[in-house]
């Protein structure tokens, strides 16, 4: 066999080691024949088991380079797998193949014979216009795909599911009527506990069978690109499962993982990557490279960043040198291959730079979490009416610090579980309070500059915290409150994606102005969103449990506010403002626990605004 490919993919210098390694058919002999390739280099000795040989140890070959191989006519596509590894301490151990595409249904572990996953793929017209939506709206609908809908709530098995394909009949649609432009999937590689969620991984090329086949995976994709949907995956870069089948302790030595014990495994009973390893680094870009290049995959959201930046996620313990090293190596690469699509961090760090380019001394990433926004924002809404006036700088905070970085505003899953509450119940106040706050917060995100992102459920004003065992509560859709407030969000954003001061210039402070930091009352806020064209919209929030009767509004030039969504679904004419000498001025009810949003006409365009409208 090749044996180049092999040497740079254990040198770090490889995005396609799936091409090698793994079970792949070749032409050998005179005959079609399946290779199996495999690296262990601490292993006395490597066999291959699995329903071909009735599960007894065909032995492998050994290469210089410690990569094992052996070639069969035997098996065949559907059929299962295993490297039976015998340590140099004398213990035989049966292994998944690192590289396998496909895997048996969890509690079963063993790898399955499958071809390299393709399709013909009918998404050229999106494939062609995607991008990484700078000067575009991205608004990103996070949901796990085991519990989005579940089909049969009283099976264990793996008819509790619906398939990627049957999941896309409902999901699609149901993304185009909400507004949202990218669906962003909890980690679909192979992993073997549910309540895990998908980030304890086992299986880095094998999208995980609970859902069906990686052709079902590849349908609900283009289903959402021919939607114009684009998908991003959850992917978790900076550690793995321990169950002995997967990587853990792979050939009896510290393959994937530290060499000390002491500095091995995390707080959530994972094993680290070891970033000094070369072979380490291959392996995590060329399955980042798979799932993009394979599955069309349109952005990457890496899990735990700030373990990557260092030691254990904690400044006091130092920087991660291996792990930035890592970083900038695999975004370097990807963003050299994949220049379109997106590679969002989740990173809880201040650390800078991290969405700079990594020429310039960046990690590489076109995306951060503001995870310091999600913070305050629901710090201050969590807050008592009576105690807001000293808190405002909650609201106010971020844009100190906002164009330092490219942020992403989420409100993700990981604020809606484990006693966290959802987001509707941490707001202060009763029922229909929060209902109205909850309303508040959303027009709020999405006038601030930043992408955003919310979790399921979040739509429904859910009360009950998200557990992967249970659909979050479509029954809430029968009372009044909650379907209200849904379709409050639907409006919301179609409103963000039909305004292009919402997106366009997110990241130029020149388009973003608070027009009221709290200055006319303490608990009253402005801000003002404009375009290119100069075109404006005008945020008002009431966020007292007090009405103002009478807020006011200046400006420099005459203009006309044109009332385009008012959180409590009143109906509102335009208001023209009245010159006051060199300024402007009109005025405006804000009832309690209110926002309303305004577009700034200007005088020379009054005339095609019809009074009744």
């Known amino acids: 066999m090749e044996i180049t490919p092999l040497i740079e993919y254990l040198r770090g210098r490889s995005s396609k080691g799936y091409k090698y390694f793994g079970a792949h058919p070749v032409w050998e002999d005179g005959r079609e024949q399946m290779r199996f390739t495999v690296y262990a280099p601490a292993a006395a000795e490597v066999a291959l088991i699995g329903d071909f040989n009735d599960w007894q140890p065909w ?39 690192p590289f396998a595409f496909c895997s048996e249904v969890r509690p079963h572990n063993a790898s ?22 700078y000067d575009r709206p991205l608004s990103i609908y996070e949901l796990h795909a085991g519990s989005w809908k579940i089909k049969n709530p009283e099976s264990e098995e793996q008819d509790r599911f619906y398939s990627y394909d049957e999941l896309a009949e409902q999901l699609v649609p149901y993304i185009k009527k909400m507004g949202y432009t990218h669906i962003e999937l909890l980690p679909l590689t192979e992993y073997p506990l549910d309540a895990s969620w998908g980030y304890q991984v086992s299986g880095y090329f094998s999208a995980t069978s609970r859902y069906g086949s990686p052709e ?28 002995f089948h997967a990587l853990h302790l792979f050939d009896g030595s510290s393959l994937y993982e530290p060499d000390d014990p002491d500095h091995r495994y995390t707080q959530w009973d994972t094993a680290l990557f070891d970033f000094t390893k070369p072979h380490v680094i291959s392996f995590l870009r060329s399955s980042l490279d798979f799932w993009i290049s394979q599955f069309h995959f349109d952005g990457i959201r890496y899990d735990a960043v700030s373990n990557l930046i260092y030691r254990y996620g904690k400044k006091e313990d130092g920087l991660n040198d291996p792990g930035l090293w890592a970083i900038r190596s695999i975004n370097y690469t990807l963003q050299q291959d994949h220049p379109e699509v997106l590679l969002i961090a989740e990173d809880s760090s201040a650390y800078l730079k991290v969405t700079a380019p990594v020429c310039y001394g960046g990690l590489g990433f076109d995306y951060k979490w503001n995870l310091g926004w999600m913070h305050d924002t629901l710090d201050y809404f969590a807050t008592p009416f009576d105690q807001r006036a000293g808190m405002k700088n909650r609201l106010l905070f971020s844009m100190s610090y906002f164009y330092q970085d ?38 709020y995100m999405m006038f601030h500059p930043g992408k955003k992102l919310s979790f399921m459920g979040n739509e429904l004003a859910e009360f009950m915290e998200w557990s992967e065992q249970r659909e979050p509560g479509w029954n809430l859709m029968d009372y009044p409150a909650h379907r209200d407030f849904c379709d409050f969000l639907q409006k919301l954003n179609a409103l963000y994606s039909e305004n292009a001061p919402l997106w366009q210039c997110d990241y130029d402070s020149r388009y973003f102005e608070w027009k009221d930091m709290g200055q006319v009352l303490p608990q009253t806020f402005a801000i003002l969103r404009k375009d290119n064209d100069d075109n404006q919209l005008l945020l008002l929030l009431n966020l007292s449990d007090r009405d103002c009767p009478y807020y006011p509004l200046r400006s420099q030039q005459p203009v006309t506010y044109l009332p385009l969504l008012d959180s409590t679904d009143a109906a509102r004419k335009p208001i023209p403002a009245v010159s006051l000498g060199q300024r402007y001025y ?9 926002g309303v949003v305004l577009r700034l006409q200007p005088a020379a365009q009054q005339e095609k605004v019809s009074p009744q409208k």
């Open 406 to 443: 490219i942020y992403l505003l989420p409100l993700s899953h990981d604020e809606v579980v484990h006693g966290k509450r959802t987001i509707i119940d941490k707001l202060w106040g009763n029922y229909e309070q929060k209902f109205a706050q909850l309303r508040c917060l959303y027009l």
């Open 586 to 594: 009109a005025e405006i009810p804000l009832p309690a626990l209110s």
């Open 216 to 243: 079902q995976l590849m349908e609900l994709i283009e289903r959402c690109h021919r939607s114009h949907i684009g998908v991003i995956l959850d992917f978790v870069p900076v550690h793995f499962v321990r169950d």
């Open 59 to 97: 032995p492998m070959q050994r290469l210089d380079c410690g990569v094992w191989t052996l070639c069969s006519p035997d098996p065949q596509y559907g059929q299962r797998y295993k490297y039976r590894i015998t340590t140099a301490a004398g213990e035989k151990w049966d292994r998944a193949d």
């Open 112 to 133: 399955v014979l499958h071809p390299l996953p393709s399709c013909d793929w009918q998404d050229h017209e999106w494939m062609v216009q995607r991008s990484k939506n």
